[in-house]
């Protein structure tokens, strides 16, 4: 019955590894969950507290040994992402003086899409309006990133 604890608890291990490697719906990680802890519950009714605390130990160093084996062997490096997006502030200088100016929409605004204002391309938003292209609209607010337009009154 040993035997078929540890190979029950190899499968369980390996599928936690592949769950991990490759996340996913998570039916992996959790038949690999159960069979882990079905195969410790076993040891332990079976054959009691020390080979309840062996077969734990060794499931942890395995479980380590994988990783380990993976870093060196590069699959580690295929499936895990390294790369860092830095991110930079926006930068909100373009933008400044623009409220109260008068541009031209250069598409539709649906309520977003992009105007010609003070020699600058600029993503607009409208007021909640649909604006059609060609239309004179004026900046009525700057919150952040977003620059809100109107239709032009003049």
């Known amino acids: 019955m ?13 599928l936690l590894f ?3 490697l490759m996340p ?7 038949l690999g969950t159960i069979s882990l802890l079905g195969t410790l519950v076993a040891a332990f009714k079976l054959f009691g507290f020390m080979v309840f605390l062996v077969m734990l130990i060794a499931v942890v160093i395995a479980f380590f040994g994988m990783f380990a084996f993976a870093k060196k062997s590069g699959l580690y490096n295929k499936v895990v992402l390294k ?3 830095e991110e930079k502030g926006f930068d909100e200088a373009p933008l400044q003086g623009l409220l109260g100016k ?43 990133k977003t ?7 003049e």
């Open 24 to 30: 996913g719906f998570g039916l992996f990680g959790i």
């Open 102 to 144: 008068v541009g031209m929409t250069l598409t539709e605004l649906k309520p977003f899409g992009i105007a010609e204002i003070d020699g600058k391309v600029i993503d607009v938003c409208s007021t909640g309006d649909f604006i059609d292209r060609g239309i004179k609209v004026q900046v009525v607010q700057i919150t952040g």
């Open 2 to 14: 040993l035997p078929w604890i540890i190979i029950i608890a190899m499968l369980g291990l390996l």
């Open 18 to 20: 592949v769950e991990i």
């Open 147 to 153: 620059v809100t337009v109107k239709v032009c009154e």
């Open 83 to 85: 790369d860092r997006l």
